[in-house]
């Protein structure tokens, strides 16, 4: 099934900046959805690594205040 869809003159025309060739327009948009789900994969595993990186450094730090002294007699 084939729809037709209205689009403002600016939006076609950035389209159209995307488009190679007999290119339809179609194609655009699909090879842009496909664009933004891999960017949106890549950001998660990008935040998901830099959590772990977290959790590790704070798993450090907490690990470094258990190795001290009794601090409970410690000025604050």
């Avoid at 190679?20 to 994969?41: C, H, P, S, W």
């Amino acid at each position: 099934m084939v729809t037709t869809i209205q689009l403002n003159e600016n939006v076609k025309r950035a389209l159209d900046g995307f488009k190679f060739g007999r290119q339809t327009y179609e194609d655009v948009i699909l090879d842009l959805m496909k664009f933004a789900d891999k960017f949106n994969k890549e950001q998660r595993e990008l935040m998901i690594e830099g959590c772990k990186e977290m959790a590790e450094e704070n798993i450090k730090i907490t690990k470094e205040f258990e190795s001290l002294e009794d601090f409970r007699n410690w000025e604050w």
